[in-house]
């Protein structure tokens, strides 16, 4: 009788185990993906800001007038919408 309990003891122990293992995994894969979408989003950050520092130089090669430090500054905090 002793061996039965403890076979059985150790087959709900085998049991959790594997649900927990599952819901881990579970987890896991919707961490990558968060983590992925937040890739997604910091890469188009990165793009929009770095096209952003360039429109001042390219202000400047098309009109001869340098905007500057300042202007990539406004820009930048208007999101590259210029005021009209």
Known sequence: MMSTERLNESSDRIKESRRTM?????????????????????????DTVFLLLKVPYRLHLLTGKFEGKDERKRLMRKGGRKNK
């Not at 599952?22 to 990165?46: F, K, P, W, Y």
């Open 22 to 46: 599952m819901e881990t995994e579970e987890l896991g894969v919707s961490i990558l993906q968060d983590l992925h979408q937040q890739r997604q989003s910091l890469l188009h950050a990165n």
